[in-house]
């Protein structure tokens, strides 16, 4: 029912930035829970950052606190993932999920997600 497109991923130092971003195509944007998860190489997809329809209420996984933050635009049917202060254990694919919901408590199970994107790749060299 919605299609997932990410972008902004790339190569930067240790202590940079980064914002990815992803589109979404498909009715009513507003009623998803939006996510954001990675995975490194040889370990389990991870939960990042998720949110619900309007962005109001945000959570994380405690190694980003206080350096990522989720963001949202319906207007553009669009999520985004800024990224600060970056360290090399942030390196992996990161990838946008969505589920129809209007829930509003952590979802930060894979598994509570039914659409996903192709993933984009963030490395961070020291």
């Known amino acids: 029912q919605v299609q997932l497109v990410e972008s902004g991923g790339g190569l930067v130092q240790a202590g940079g930035s980064l914002r990815l971003s992803c589109a979404a195509s498909?009715?009513?944007?507003?009623?998803?829970?939006m996510g954001w998860f990675r995975q490194a190489p040889g370990k389990e997809r991870e939960f990042v950052a998720g949110c619900n329809w309007n962005g109001g209420i945000t959570y994380y996984t405690d190694p980003v606190k206080g350096r990522f933050t989720i963001s949202r635009d319906n207007a553009k049917n669009t999520v985004y993932l800024q990224m600060n202060s970056l360290k090399p254990e942030d390196t992996g694919v990161y990838y946008c999920?969505?589920?129809?919901?209007?829930?509003?408590?952590?979802?930060?199970?894979?598994?509570?997600?039914?659409?996903w994107g192709q993933g984009t790749q963030v490395t961070v060299s020291s």
């Open positions: 999920a969505a589920d129809y919901t209007l829930a509003d408590w952590p979802k930060s199970d894979r598994y509570e997600y039914e659409y």
């Open positions: 498909g009715r009513t944007f507003s009623r998803y829970y």
